[in-house]
Structure formats: structure tokens, C-alpha cells
T-cell receptor
Framework: DAGVIQSPRHEVTEMGQEVTLRCKPI?????LFWYRQTMMRGLELLIY????????DSGMPEDRFSAKMPNASFSTLKIQPSEPRDSAVYFC?????????????FGPGTRLLVL | GQQVMQIPQYQHVQEGEDFTTYCNSS?????IQWYKQRPGGHPVFLIQ?????EVKKQKRLTFQFGEAKKNSSLHITATQTTDVGTYFC???????????????FGKGTKLSVIP
């Protein structure tokens, strides 16, 4: 299995631009999580999906952030417009079965720098 | 909301010394997970503890779950340079209102091992 796949691995953009992060979960996993990691705030859960349906988006910072999961093998996290404070590593993770109670498999992350 | 506190934030040890990181939750947990993140890498699942007072071992790593299921610890005996990284605990709690499970990561303990 290829594991969780994320793209791009690195993204440098200017403030105000739209950023789209992509994730392909492990095949057969029906839970997908988006996290943001910074030195100051640690690892924060932004949103998670079960069977492509958003279950909890209370971690999404503000309206500039949106996430979609159009099918079981693809999800996007979009930031529009981006701001320098959005600079962070964004991880996607997937799990099977009981969601948060199960092992989460993380992707390699997307390192986002907003100038 | 649920708080998961982890201490210490940083730990520097001489190779061969022991290391312990502690995790405390403000609420009773359903279970707790531990992850390791190598520098520049992504979190990787180590273990899950479910039962009150549970103790599990993985070679030089010993994981404990408190009797009240509100705290946990990870102890590494005779550290090696390969143990370098950040160790995260993640508390899982059932949200009775939403009927779903919430997972909250601690901020992690960054371990440095001096050869």
C-alpha cells in the first residue's frame, strides 16, 4: 500500500493567493482527517470526514478555510485568500473502522509558506 | 473543550539515559494513543491503551494508562540516537452530544539524544 498521499509536498505562495492542498487516503479507510501543525499551536485537528461526509469542522480556523471530499479517494483543503499566519505543515490522515478510536495513518504533509 | 497537556515540552538526554514524557487530560478518556514524529517527518502511530491501569511494552518503550484514565506516560529505557523525535499523546473521548469520538493531541515532547 502506498499509504496516505499528499500533494504538493511544498508550497510557497503570496498573501492573497488561493491555495489547494490535496489528499488521497489509504484505500478502504472511511475516515479522513486534516491537521495543521505549527510550533506555537502544535498539531490541531481542522476537520474530519466519515464516508465523505464532514463530521466535525469545529477546528477550521475561519471562513477562508474550506474542505471537501467528493469521493472516497480524494479530499482537498482550500485556503482563500491565504495569509502569512497560515504558514504551517498540513497533514492529512486516514483511519478505518471507528474513526478517532482507530490508528491514524498520516501522510507526509504539505509545507505551506505564505509570504 | 478537552485539554490534553503534555510535559516536558523538551528533553535533552545523554545516550543511555532514560526518558519519560507525561500526558494529562482534563476529562476521562476512552483510550489514549501515542505517536512519534521524527524531525521533518510525520506522526507515526506507536500504540493505543484502552484499559484502566494498562501497561504495554515495546522493546525499550513502556506505556502506562492511569487508573482514572486521565493520564498516561511513555518511558524509554537506555535511550539511543534513533529515539530522537517528538512524542505525542492523543486522548480519545466520546462526545456524548454528537455521538462521535474526539481525538485531541498533546503538544508533544521533543527528545534530543546526545551521543
Amino acid at each position: 500500500d502506498a499509504g496516505v498521499i499528499q500533494s504538493p509536498r511544498h508550497e510557497v505562495t503570496e498573501m492573497g493567493q488561493e491555495v489547494t492542498l490535496r489528499c488521497k487516503p489509504i484505500s478502504g479507510h472511511d475516515y479522513l482527517f486534516w491537521y495543521r501543525q505549527t510550533m506555537m499551536r502544535g498539531l490541531e485537528l481542522l476537520i474530519y470526514f466519515n464516508n465523505n461526509v464532514p463530521i466535525d469542522d469545529s477546528g477550521m480556523p475561519e471562513d477562508r478555510f474550506s474542505a471537501k471530499m467528493p469521493n472516497a479517494s480524494f479530499s482537498t483543503l482550500k485556503i482563500q485568500p491565504s495569509e502569512p499566519r497560515d504558514s504551517a505543515v498540513y497533514f492529512c490522515a486516514s483511519s478505518a473502522g471507528r474513526g478517532a478510536q482507530e490508528t491514524q495513518y498520516f501522510g507526509p504533509g504539505t509545507r505551506l509558506l505564505v509570504l | 473543550g478537552q485539554q490534553v497537556m503534555q510535559i516536558p515540552q523538551y528533553q535533552h538526554v545523554q545516550e543511555g539515559e532514560d526518558f519519560t514524557t507525561y500526558c494529562n487530560s482534563s476529562t476521562t478518556l476512552s483510550n489514549i494513543q501515542w505517536y512519534k514524529q521524527r524531525p521533518g517527518g510525520h506522526p507515526v502511530f506507536l500504540i493505543q491503551l484502552v484499559k484502566s491501569g494498562e501497561v504495554k511494552k515495546q522493546k525499550r518503550l513502556t506505556f502506562q494508562f492511569g487508573e482514572a484514565k486521565k493520564n498516561s506516560s511513555l518511558h524509554i529505557t537506555a535511550t539511543q540516537t534513533t529515539d530522537v523525535g517528538t512524542y505525542f499523546c492523543a486522548g480519545v473521548r466520546k462526545d456524548s452530544g454528537a455521538g462521535s469520538y474526539q481525538l485531541t493531541f498533546g503538544k508533544g515532547t521533543k527528545l534530543s539524544v546526545i551521543p
